[in-house]
């Protein structure tokens, strides 16, 4: 009771939660025309597009305007130079009823948020706040809206050091606490930490409790695949399609999946296997919200394959594959399982006459099934090379315990009984270990390899 009092209390009202209701919005993105900030795989329309992608996610946001304005430098503090930054502030102010300005950035300091919502008069978001506002309206389950908390926590530290300087310049240097010998500052950062180390407990349990469920499942011996990919390139779909869940319901919006969630699907041999949905990619995405959501990716490092999904439909599908690829490489994850990855080129339906140009990649319409069988197939060579099962046909005798022992230790899949010599055909899907076993208690009994 204690400790979910204490979850309760970690997952209280944030401060830094927007306002629900409607908000009218004005994107502008600051073009990079050179430079190294300059991204070679894009252009300011697509990153636009993707901007306004994630303001539609949000119910009763509205774009009024999308504005791209050249800039040469965006670190620093107005992000603009003197006359694009007047131009930007006139059309901002000729904007009927906006209520705020989705500035297309990473991160921007508290200290520039202030500057900027006071020259505009609205509320300025950045990339960090409007994605946090996106997982927090889609947070289900008590690990993911943990990660979200863990995910505030350098935004609350950037904002305090801001309202204390800001403090100190109107009463001219810090107070302490009622005699505590402690500044404000470092009562709220000592506040914060423990908050912090609490959060961070939180999930470590949780994390120790998913890894109970692994070994229960390592147990059992379902292979797993993960299915990866950029937000929205219809990993839902896809997943749907290859179990035949009627419960999924895949939505065309970003970050639809938050939360691991695990769903069972047969290989044509059928072989039971767990498909795990996770969270999706994003360019830009904030390096602190990556981290926060680690722990859910770490469930990657354990599969035993991974499925790349990419929409091939998607003018960024080169640079949305760089960005999965980067991310997954950040993981740590065991270097055979990035050489193992099956890459799926979705949406195929949409592209006339599609030939993938990448050697081995899969064109697939996981919305009509096309190429879905090719799939399942490359899916079960991989999952018996990264198991170390075969699938194999024995003769056993029905009187002796063969039979029995196979079902106990192995997966059987087919019994054709021939009753005229009192014996049967199994056809099984066995690991390595077990089949040395076998071969040792059944000296002489026939062995059939595909």
């Known amino acids: 009771e204690d400790e979910e009092a204490e979850l309760e209390e970690l997952l209280g009202p944030s401060p830094l939660a927007l306002e629900p209701g409607a908000q009218r919005v004005a994107v502008v993105h600051p073009d990079v025309k050179w430079g ?42 107005f992000i603009f130079g003197k006359g694009n930054f007047q131009v930007l502030t006139e059309k901002i102010k000729k904007l009927p009823y906006v209520t705020a300005v989705f500035l297309n950035v990473e991160r921007i300091s508290s200290l520039t948020k202030k500057e900027l919502e006071d020259a505009w008069g609205v509320k300025v978001f950045d990339r960090y706040t409007v994605v946090l506002h ?30 204390v300087s800001q403090l100190d310049q109107q009463r001219g240097g810090s107070r302490y606490i009622m005699g505590s010998g402690e500044t404000f500052m470092e009562t709220q950062n000592r506040i914060l930490k423990e908050k912090e180390l609490k959060i961070r407990s939180a999930l470590e349990k949780l994390r120790r409790k998913r890894s109970l469920l692994r070994t229960q499942r390592r147990k059992r011996e379902f292979p797993v695949i993960s299915v990866m990919g950029y937000t929205n390139c219809g990993k839902t779909t896809l997943i749907k399609a290859l179990t035949g869940e009627a419960g999924l319901q895949p939505r065309d919006q970003l970050f639809a999946t938050l939360d691991i969630t695990a769903h069972a699907g047969y290989l044509p041999s059928h072989m039971a296997v767990i498909y795990v949905d996770t969270i999706g990619f994003l360019t830009n995405l904030p390096h602190s919200l990556v981290e926060s959501f680690s722990a859910t990716l770490e469930e990657v490092a354990y599969s035993d394959l991974i499925v790349h999904v990419r929409d091939i439909t998607h003018p960024e599908t080169i640079l949305q594959k760089a960005t999965v690829l980067s991310v997954l490489k950040n993981l740590n994850l065991p270097s055979h399982l990035l050489d193992s990855m099956i890459e799926v080129h979705n949406k195929v339906d949409l592209v006339e006459r599609y030939k993938p140009t990448e050697e081995n990649a899969l064109a697939i319409s996981a919305l009509h099934g096309h190429g879905l069988e090719e799939l399942k197939e490359e899916i079960e ?24 022992w196979l079902y106990k230790e192995a997966t059987v899949q087919e019994v054709e009984v021939m009753p005229e010599d009192g014996t049967a055909r199994v056809k099984v899907i066995i690991s390595n270990s077990a089949f040395g076993k076998y071969k040792n208690l059944f000296p002489s009994s026939k ?3 595909p």
């Not at 305007?65 to 503090?77: G, L, Y």
């Not at 999952?383 to 194999?392: P, Q, S």
């Open 447 to 449: 062995i059939f390899m």
């Open 381 to 404: 060579k991989k999952i018996l090379i990264a198991t170390g099962k075969k699938i194999l046909t024995v003769n056993v005798n029905l009187e002796g315990p063969q039979l029995s």
């Open 36 to 77: 190294p900030k300059k991204s070679p795989l894009t252009t300011a329309e697509l990153q636009v597009a993707e901007a306004v992608a994630l303001v539609d996610t949000l119910q009763n946001w509205t774009i009024l305007d999308k504005i791209i304005i050249p800039t040469k430098n965006p670190d620093k503090k």
């Open 134 to 163: 996106i997982f927090r309206c889609n947070a289900r389950t008590k690990e993911a809206k943990l990660q979200i908390a863990l995910a505030e926590i350098p935004l609350l530290r950037s904002n305090l050091k801001n309202e």
